[in-house]
T-cell receptor, first 116, second 112 residues
Framework: EPEVTQTPSHQVTQMGQEVILRCVPISNHLYFYWYRQILGQKVEFLVSFYNNEISEKSEIFDDQFSVERPDGSNFTLKIRSTKLEDSAMYFC??????????????FGNGTRLTVT | KQEVTQIPAALSVPEGENLVLNCSFTDSAIYNLQWFRQDPGKGLTSLLLIQSSQREQTSGRLNASLDKSSGRSTLYIAASQPGDSATYLCAVRPSNDYKLSFGAGTTVTVRA
């Protein structure tokens, strides 16, 4: 069964450094998402992306965050200058169809980001 | 703002017992509700998706019900096995946007 794949599985970085988290969504999916889960807290929405632009973003997704689909297969989340509170598990997800559908979201296994 | 609550936070049962996991949400204007399984340090595996027009959805030993008007969903797992031990999350999708609102999850331990 097709999967959403994320790399790396674990990333350690120093405060103030830039990080790029990578995702390969399922190939025929059109909608892409980033969520995050701080240890012990709920999974929370960051951003959705369709047709090479952001569809929606949460209050968490400030100017330090950006997303990109640099080619036909990858979807990336960049954090420009990491803070300690950015430490979390970041999940990429994708879904197949347009607004108004009931297609489920398929999640990757996540990248655990540790900011020291 | 949608609030999703899952009770209980943790549950421990002997193997073979049926599991009942509850999810409640404050805004009934939802498009669908999805149940996920999360193993420690791992991603989210989609188990079932119930559309707002449906009352229940079944897959194998799993059955999920939805009462949209009262803001509740229940996940039933029949004849539990140690391999069912995991955290189960419910997530609701609003009618007007893409983002899912998650509950905090119920951590299930099935004792052999």
């Amino acid at each position: 069964e097709p999967e959403v794949t994320q790399t790396p599985s674990h990333q350690v970085t120093q405060m103030g450094q830039e990080v790029i988290l990578r995702c390969v969504p399922i190939s025929n999916h059109l909608y892409f998402y980033w969520y995050r889960q701080i240890l012990g807290q709920k999974v929370e929405f960051l951003v959705s992306f369709y047709n090479n632009e952001i569809s929606e973003k949460s209050e968490i997704f400030d100017d330090q965050f950006s997303v990109e689909r640099p080619d036909g297969s990858n979807f990336t989340l960049k954090i420009r200058s990491t803070k300690l509170e950015d430490s979390a598990m970041y999940f990429c997800a994708s879904s197949t169809t347009f607004v108004g559908s009931n297609s489920p979201l398929h999640f990757g296994n996540g990248t655990r980001l540790t900011v020291t | 703002k949608q609030e999703v609550t899952q009770i209980p936070a943790a549950l421990s049962v002997p193997e073979g017992e049926n599991l009942v996991l509850n999810c409640s949400f404050t805004d009934s204007a939802i498009y669908n509700l999805q149940w996920f399984r999360q193993d420690p340090g791992k991603g989210l595996t989609s188990l079932l998706l119930i559309q707002s027009s449906q009352r229940e959805q079944t897959s194998g030993r799993l059955n999920a019900s939805l009462d949209k008007s009262s803001g509740r969903s229940t996940l039933y797992i029949a004849a539990s096995q140690p391999g069912d031990s995991a955290t189960y999350l419910c997530a609701v999708r609003p009618s007007n946007d893409y983002k899912l609102s998650f509950g905090a999850g119920t951590t299930v331990t099935v004792r052999a």
